[in-house]
C-alpha cells in the first residue's frame, strides 16, 4: 500500500509530530533511538532508512552495529544509554516503562527534552506500525 496516496492526511500528521518530536534533541541520539525501536519493531525499512541516515550524520559503523546490544557495549554515554532504556520501555509497553527507567532519562534530559523523546518515541513507533503493516520495502525511499 502507498500509505501517503491513500490516506495523505493520517500521513502529514504523522510527519508533522515526527518533525515537532525532533525539536531541541541531538541529531545522533535521534538516530540511536529510531534505530532501536525499529530493531524491537522488527521494521526492516526503518532499519535500512534510519541506519543509511545515521551513517550520513557520521554515525560510527561499530555504534551501529551494536545498538542491538547497547547494554552490554561501552560505547554510548550515559545520556544515549537513558534515551535507550526509555525506547525500549516505551516500545515494549506492556512490560511498563519502570520508575527507574524514567528517572534515569529525566536526570539526563530537562523537561522539555524529556517530553520530545517521548514523542519521538511514540513517532517511530508509529512509523514502524505503519510499515511493517503496509509492507514497505527496505531501499524504497
Known amino acids: ?10 500521513f502529514k500528521a504523522v510527519l508533522a509530530l515526527d518533525a515537532a518530536a525532533r525539536e ?8 540511536l533511538v529510531q534505530i532501536r525501536a525499529s530493531q524491537i519493531n522488527r521494521c526492516a525499512y526503518c532499519i535500512d532508512y534510519h541506519t543509511g541516515d545515521a551513517r550520513r550524520g557520521g554515525e560510527s559503523e561499530d555504534r551501529i552495529y551494536q545498538l542491538s546490544a547497547w547494554e552490554e557495549s561501552s560505547l554510548y554515554t550515559a545520556k544515549e544509554r ?16 519502570s520508575d527507574e527507567v524514567y528517572a534515569e532519562a529525566a536526570e539526563h534530559f530537562d523537561d522539555k527534552e524529556l517530553a520530545h523523546l517521548i514523542a519521538l518515541i511514540l513517532t517511530v513507533n508509529a512509523w514502524n506500525r505503519m510499515n511493517v503493516t503496509t509492507r514497505k520495502t527496505p531501499g524504497t525511499r
Open 1 to 10: 500500500m502507498n500509505y501517503p496516496a491513500v490516506a495523505p492526511k493520517v
Open 82 to 97: 537513558a534515551a535507550l532504556a526509555l525506547t525500549e520501555a516505551v516500545t515494549l509497553l506492556p512490560q511498563g516503562v
Open 24 to 31: 531541541g534533541l541531538d541529531p545522533v541520539l535521534l538516530e
